[in-house]
């Protein structure tokens, strides 16, 4: 394995900017990614959409029977608060075994070690004996909106036996895991007016509406304290049940609360493993993300503002249907204050694969095989992923294995990843590619 040169171009990857929210540098990632990939003799295209463009590249023998789909992304979220970084985010630096920059971890470090796992194995005089597909998304941080029509438009070109999908961070007591699935998410943006310019809250006090406590009243109404259930009617209506055969699952993974509560930066974690892992992968969550209303500088400013607004996503869970939770949360909202307005600004579906499968099995047998640890095995991890996209219209069965540390820090400042866990990325996707081809 040659670890310099993955390195350096690691880094050159890094040191190109690709925020998709912004349309920042993605153009020119989408062609540095292109041209890593025909240097090492993968046949690559890149495909113009009406939002980033897709990278897509192909190693295709008619001899062989099987074929994977490997997804990953190049897009990255925006660095800042930029003062929180201790080196530049787009100036990729080593500091005690790890790699610090944005994207790194998210995804680019991942998804690159799927293409150095094709050169190593070619370097070892390997015949591969699946086909393999790589689809690079270039705004995957931005809702995926220009994938669907892409995988309409090329299914055949899409086609494969499984769909694997390198991201997030491993366990936080290191061991590997393989998710069978994900949460999906329902995103929108709640507007509440008050008057047309702000107002002195001493000489219009009582008198002008504070839209503040508009949407306080609202979101008040719409769940129990600060982590109970969802007051929305039909919330839960098509939660898939957990079953025994879940819980049971769930049981047999690993925990360690102290060093859990350490990794996430909340100490009084206290629950156990069995409870943990249910609220991460079956159970829907109902989270503020944002509220901004007046005035928030230093010092005071007594002022009336004329505007809040909050951001609000809602991770969902198998079964249930983003489409269905909006209308339903519209349908609340216009019952409790039908003034406010309320803005969809994306959304993704849930998905879940059989452990079952065959292929699913030599996923985890590969996994197992590199990290040589038995890997902890859930049923979604509880981010999204579009692996929806590629169930519904391909039929394709999706899996997400972490190959990052569980303090990767991703879409945080000092976004970093291990470099043994590169490396170890690049041996797992090795791994896969030869069991999935036997």
């Known amino acids: 394995m040659n670890e310099e040169e993955y390195l350096n171009l690691l880094f050159e990857l890094l040191r190109q900017p690709s925020i998709s929210a912004q349309q920042i540098g993605v153009d020119e990632c989408a062609q540095i990614l292109k041209r890593q990939l025909l240097d090492y003799d993968i046949e690559a295209t890149i495909y113009e959409t009406k939002g980033s463009p897709i990278v897509y590249g192909e190693i295709i023998n008619p001899k062989n029977t099987k074929t994977i789909l490997i997804y990953g992304h190049y897009d990255v979220q925006p660095p800042e608060p930029i003062e929180a970084w201790e080196t530049p985010p ?3 630096s080593i500091r005690n075994g790890k790699i610090y920059a944005r994207g790194v971890g998210d995804n ?11 050169k190593t194995l070619r370097d070892l005089q390997v015949d591969l004996p699946v086909n393999v597909k790589f689809l690079f998304d270039g705004e995957e941080e931005s809702s995926s909106h220009s994938l669907p029509a892409f995988i309409k438009e090329h299914q055949e070109l899409l086609a494969a036996d499984v769909l694997y999908n390198a991201d997030g961070p491993l366990d936080s007591t290191g061991r590997p895991i393989v998710y069978l699935g994900n949460r999906g998410m329902l995103y929108v943006e709640l507007t509440a007016i008050g008057a047309t310019q702000d107002n002195h809250s001493g000489n219009k006090g009582n008198i002008v509406p504070n839209p503040a406590w508009k949407l306080i009243n609202v979101l008040q109404s719409m769940r129990v304290g600060t982590d109970g259930d969802v007051l929305i009617e039909g919330f839960y209506d098509d939660v898939r049940p957990v079953t025994i055969e879940d819980i049971r699952h769930l049981q047999e993974q690993p925990f360690d609360l102290q060093e859990t509560g350490r990794v996430i930066g909340y100490e009084a974690l206290d629950m156990s493993g069995e409870e943990y892992y249910e609220k991460l992968t079956l159970t829907p969550t109902f989270n503020i993300s944002g509220l901004s209303s007046g005035y928030s500088g230093t010092g005071k400013k007594t002022v009336i503002p004329s505007e809040a607004k909050v951001k609000i996503d ?22 409790v204050d039908p003034s406010l307005d309320i803005e969809w600004v994306g959304a993704s579906k849930p998905t879940r694969t059989s452990m079952e499968l065959e292929s699913v099995r030599q996923i985890i047998s590969s996994v197992h095989d590199a990290h040589e640890l038995k890997p902890i095995v859930l049923p979604a991890i509880g981010a999204t992923f579009p692996g929806y996209l590629f ?12 190959y990052a540390n569980a303090d990767e820090d991703n879409h945080a400042p000092n976004e970093n990843m291990d470099v043994e866990l590169f490396f170890k990325g690049i041996e797992t996707t090795c791994h896969v590619i030869l069991n999935i081809g036997k």
């Open 314 to 335: 809602i991770r969902l869970v198998a079964d249930q249907d983003p489409d269905d939770i909006y209308r339903k949360l519209v349908a609340h909202i216009q019952q």
């Open 90 to 92: 787009f100036e990729p």
């Open 391 to 402: 169930q519904e219209l391909l039929k394709t069965p999706s899996l997400l294995i972490p």
């Open 108 to 118: 680019k470090g991942q998804m690159l070690a799927h293409v150095f796992a094709i």
